[in-house]
T-cell receptor, first 115, second 111 residues
Framework: AQSVAQPEDQVNVAEGNPLTVKCTYSVSGNPYLFWYVQYPNRGLQFLLKYITGDNLVKGSYGFEAEFNKSQTSFHLKKPSALVSDSALYFCAVRDRYSSASKIIFGSGTRLSIRP | DAGVIQSPRHEVTEMGQEVTLRCKPISGHDYLFWYRQTMMRGLELLIYFNNNVPIDDSGMPEDRFSAKMPNASFSTLKIQPSEPRDSAVYFC?????????FGPGTRLTVL
């Protein structure tokens, strides 16, 4: 069974500081991993994905995520946070070898960047 | 491309009434997903289609909920009869390979 955990409901960071939003996953095979962002009153927007290759994946708005197979993690990072990064962030996973196309979303982490 | 289109954006109805939510996926996408988002339960997958065929409806909460996809460019999610606990934001998403593209959602309030 696939699952994804986001251990922090909320992350608070000062503008200009680095940020990390944590995600761990569980799949029976090799994973496809995703990060999405949701701004208020909007749908989820795709940020980045890990399919294969380099463990460090770069995405939209200066975000990046590192796939760590041994720790089954896919933490989202940004070197310097902006107030406009404040939003709800979702990690998601899909088993690479599953015939089902659905992906499993985490519970979300609310990121708050203070000026 | 206009992205995934959902209508209406807001719906307020009274308990017992029928509610129909509509979705137009991105052209060429062969998967369509319906999700529900609430504060209490987070983001829940209700049902998804592949090439207009329902693949997994295990997330549909009960028989009051039904979904159809009569063609590649249109899907509906119907609740009949609606109840206050159905109040939520309902999202439609479509995909062709891996990442899903979400619509803006329909905020449903059942009084």
């Amino acid at each position: 069974a696939q699952s994804v955990a986001q251990p922090e409901d909320q992350v608070n960071v000062a503008e200009g500081n680095p940020l990390t939003v944590k995600c761990t996953y569980s799949v029976s095979g090799n994973p496809y991993l995703f990060w999405y962002v949701q701004y208020p009153n909007r749908g989820l927007q795709f940020l980045l994905k890990y399919i294969t290759g380099d463990n460090l994946v770069k995405g939209s708005y200066g975000f990046e995520a590192e796939f760590n197979k041994s720790q089954t993690s896919f933490h989202l990072k940004k070197p310097s946070a902006l107030v406009s990064d404040s939003a709800l962030y979702f990690c998601a996973v899909r088993d690479r070898y599953s015939s089902a196309s659905k992906i499993i979303f985490g519970s979300g982490t609310r990121l708050s960047i203070r000026p | 491309d206009a992205g995934v289109i959902q209508s209406p954006r807001h719906e307020v109805t009274e308990m017992g009434q029928e509610v129909t939510l509509r979705c137009k996926p991105i052209s060429g996408h062969d998967y369509l997903f319906w999700y529900r988002q609430t504060m209490m339960r987070g983001l829940e997958l209700l049902i998804y289609f592949n090439n207009n065929v329902p693949i997994d409806d295990s997330g549909m909460p009960e028989d009051r909920f039904s979904a159809k996809m009569p063609n590649a460019s249109f899907s509906t999610l119907k609740i009949q009869p609606s109840e206050p606990r159905d109040s939520a934001v309902y999202f439609c998403a479509s995909s062709i390979v891996n990442e899903q593209f979400f619509g803006p959602g329909t905020r449903l309030t059942v009084l």
